[in-house]
């Protein structure tokens, strides 16, 4: 039996409506950035972060991508669209599509990358919990990093090379090696902004969403171990299916405001 959502027919995104009403709304993301339509983000402070290195992490396959949770450890996001509030990093995960070329949520000029970095923040200068903060309309910011197949990527690497040990659903493995999230972020700080939502059940609308304009490199071999990690649990046998796919098409812009910080 499929699970209640998923990226598969019976349990794919054009389904998630019938169960998750907010997925019908009119602030749903992903969307696809005409960078014709962007208006200049003007003079507001840089964006800023600061994340820990040193800190045990968890990499789990909740059966849906594989996710790092950092649970707020040492971290802040500001500046930019986010004004004076103080962001936590909570976790971060990882959209791919079944072939090279597909699988960012995020499309440029119509244009499809090959994979796409979530790493989500909760506001801590006006909620208590990630959970409270996730329901409220300024409650997250996710920095969103479009993958493109080119040269291995080392940070990430440090996960990549764990995903055969948390293959099924359910699967958890503890990575005690430092690893900087700041390097998985392209050099250079230009990206667009929108208010939108989280892509994936319930989709609520709570997300400010950061979208680096310049892609990071992946190899093929890493995006390869993606596809290999499975949505069953080790009991489901042949119905734990490969993961090949979880990304959620693109999704009316509508009348938000798309800005662009950081020119061209
Ligand atoms: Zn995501």
Redesign the pocket.
Known sequence: MADDWGYSCENGPATWEEKYPEARGARQSPVDIVTSRASSGGSAPPLRWKYSVNHTRSVVNPGY?WRVDENGYESELRGGPLGSDVYKLQQW???WGAEDGEGS?HTVDGRSFSG?L?L?HWNTSKYDSFTEAAGKPDGLA?L?VLLMVGSKHKELDKVVRLLPFIQHKGDKVTLSDPLDPAQLLPPRVAYWTYPGS???PPCTESVTWILFKEPIQVSAEQLALMRKLRCGEPSCGTEAMELLHNYRPTLPLGNRELRDYGGN
């Open positions: 991508c995960h990882c959209h949520e796409e979530h989500v996710v969103g989280l892509t994936t």
